[in-house]
């Protein structure tokens, strides 16, 4: 390829009337970071535009993401961000990215367009951001395009799959999803509404393909909530669930369990919390039992009356049940796991997270406590159920809407091969597996890749300004200088102080600020060097919101698009 073949995502062409662009910009052949950008008449839709987790051993960085600069590329032309769901990996960009980067108004179903409005309200940029609500079914217009949404399951509340329409055709982007018939809280999967546009004609469909490795049977939230109700009312001593923060049919089930065995419940970890009271205020927990606000409100109840839902289902090592699980009490307002005491681990790893997980559970195992997991029945009921697609629901679903061509995403290349093939055999005309950063064309006569955007990525710095770098694949660490790790290390060390602070007045005498850094130490941080943050050979931070930088500085990702213009 020469140079004249690299063209700037800002020099594309106007495509034809009947072409639809489809880029995907991220969560394909990987878990996490969900980005999808669709084209049409040069105008652009982006659908979600999530994070993923650095490594654990990369001290500093909050979460990675496609590099922003895509936004100063097609400035005007986007058009809208729609939001399928509240969950990291769909949303986790848009509040370190809006309005400082993007300016574009955002669309999103209830439960998450509260709680993006809440993260903000916490930066303080509330009043600078375009945020719409839309109700789950609703037709929305933005830009070229026509929308439909279309309400599914999945393990948290409002969540949308979307009917993208322009110029006579029209591509199904599923979400997460999955077929539940007695979810909880939320909505069952709209199989007759993707029935009806499977009959008016489907020409490509973009789909959730993170279990299509797995010949499993339905599975539904109700039967947590039995296994649930079994665990509480057989254990003797306290029961600590594990769950993901947003889950609040999760909490739900829990919840009605806790009731039916005489126990009450209460919440450890601050994503749990903030979603509990959003669901509250929108109405979605009216008839679940009401939660205490943390542990510190049983007021006396005795052990075998008390259920504590906790974060750090990924072995997350400031969450609650990694605090648990610490030899020596780090956080006082947290109850000690006994013997007698049963662990719920209510949630799948995510590829990667098994060998924290693990030690976090042999470390609730040395205190005496069962541990039940996702692997695990109670009675032949499981405590966990997944939030995806299995072949079954996937075979349903291409059943329902008949597509012309399939597109798997969201999963690793070993999901997207296997959900091609159960698509082939469902009889579409083809399955293109798409690779990050790929860009297609949607025409009558069929898809095409038409180009690739070679975008880069950049990491969120954990330094108190968020900063951005940029963040290298082949050696996945992000490109620090001296300045950004001793900012980094400056600022960890000011948030230690303040929580040391605080524990120290809840706890009194018994946990003095002397032992801050023993307490460091049992939650797995302590000491840093330059080489915990791979520092580059370079004299000045290099973030995106800066162009200028030296020479030595390295070199930035450049966007471009590669492959023959016009199509």
Known sequence: MTNSDLRTLSAIPRPGEDAILVATIGGVAEIGMNWTLYGADDQFILVDAGTTFAPRD???????????????????????LVVTHFHEDHVGAIHRLWPKHAKCPIFAPPFAAMMLSNRFQEMGTRGN??????????????????????????????????????GGKRIIHTGDWK????????????????????RAGVDLMLCDSTNADRERPQTSEASVRE??????????????????????????????????????????????????????????????????????KFNGTQRRGCVLICTGT???????????????????????VKPGD?????????????????????????KGARIITAADLVDGQPVHVTGHPCRTDLREMYKAVRPRLAMPVHGTPAHLEAHAALARDAGVEAAVTPRDGAIYALTHGGLAEVGHLALGRVAVLNDGAATLVPWSDAEQRPLLSAADADRIERHMQVEDDRLQRKLDRLAGPAHPARDRAKARQRTGRGERSADAYHVAEVTRPFTVETRKRRSAAPARPQSFIEGPQPF
């Open 314 to 336: 990924q072995g997350e090592e400031n969450a609650a049940l990694a605090k648990l699980a610490a030899k020596k009490v780090v956080d006082p307002r947290l109850p000690e």
């Open 179 to 198: 077929i539940d018939p007695a979810p909880g809280i939320g909505s069952t999967t709209d199989l007759d509404a993707f029935a009806r546009l499977g």
């Open 227 to 296: 296994a649930m109700t079994k665990v509480f009312k057989d254990a003797k001593g306290m029961v600590f669930v594990s769950s993901f923060g947003s889950n609040v049919a999760r909490m739900a089930s829990v919840a009605h369990a806790a009731k039916a065995a005489r126990r009450k419940v209460a919440l450890a970890g601050r994503s749990l919390r903030n979603a509990a009271e959003v669901a509250e205020k929108l109405g979605l927990t009216r008839d679940v039992p009401a939660f205490l606000p943390d542990s510190t």
């Open 129 to 166: 951001v375009s945020l719409t609500t839309f109700t789950p079914g609703a037709e929305l217009d933005i830009g070229a395009f026509h929308l439909r949404t279309i309400m599914v399951a999945h393990s948290t509340p409002h969540c949308v799959a979307l009917a993208i329409e322009h």
């Open 342 to 366: 049963v662990i719920v681990h209510s949630a799948r790893a995510i590829p990667g997270n098994e060998e924290y997980i693990d030690a976090v559970l042999d470390g609730l195992r040395a």
């Open 58 to 80: 990369v001290a500093g960085v909050e979460a990675v993401m496609p590099d922003p600069h895509i936004f100063r590329l097609l400035g005007r032309r986007l058009k809208g």
